[in-house]
């Protein structure tokens, strides 16, 4: 019961992921990040990433994470930093009891579908960024935001998945 009570207070993000672009849309807030997938960083001595800059705020050394000839997801781990960042600037100051549930949405690159493997390294990402819950949109058109419902669109992944699956 107490988890359900902390769910209705989690927020629903919509990332809408192109090669040059990024767009995370928090459902509840209607706040959005539009701006350049980039990220600045300094490595330091124990292997971290310090965050220097991300989005339009980078400058020359800056590293597209969605920059892939083949696929739309190039570096995994940039990615995830990148959307943490996004996330926690969505997120503002404000106390916040759940994580979010994310819907990603890959928005070009898709020709054919998503593998599996593209799937888990999309889920995963969103989950290793903070998300509490993935589910992975697959269609061309953009969704309303008025109109999201994340149990739905986790239901359609699902039912797609079972569909494709060989048995």
Do not use: C
């Amino acid at each position: 019961m107490f988890s359900h009570f902390i769910n209705k207070f989690g927020t629903t993000l919509y990332v809408q992921i192109w090669e040059n672009r990024i767009r995370v849309v928090d459902i509840d807030s209607n706040n959005v990040f539009d701006e350049q997938p980039l990220l600045q960083f300094n490595s330091l001595k124990n292997g971290k990433m310090d965050v220097v800059a991300f989005g339009n705020q980078t400058y020359a050394d800056a590293v597209n994470p969605f920059s892939h000839p083949r696929a739309l997801l190039a570096d995994f781990f940039i990615a995830e930093l990148l959307l943490k960042q996004i996330m926690q600037k969505l997120s503002g100051k404000k106390f916040t009891i759940s994580a979010p549930v994310v819907i990603v949405h890959p928005m070009e690159k898709t020709e054919g579908g998503l593998t599996m493997i593209e799937i888990r390294a999309l889920r995963e990402m969103a989950l290793g960024a903070g998300a509490r819950d993935v589910a992975i949109y697959q269609g061309k058109n953009t969704l309303a935001v008025s109109e999201i419902v994340f149990k739905d669109i986790a239901q359609q992944e699902i039912m797609a998945a079972a569909a494709s699956s060989p048995m």
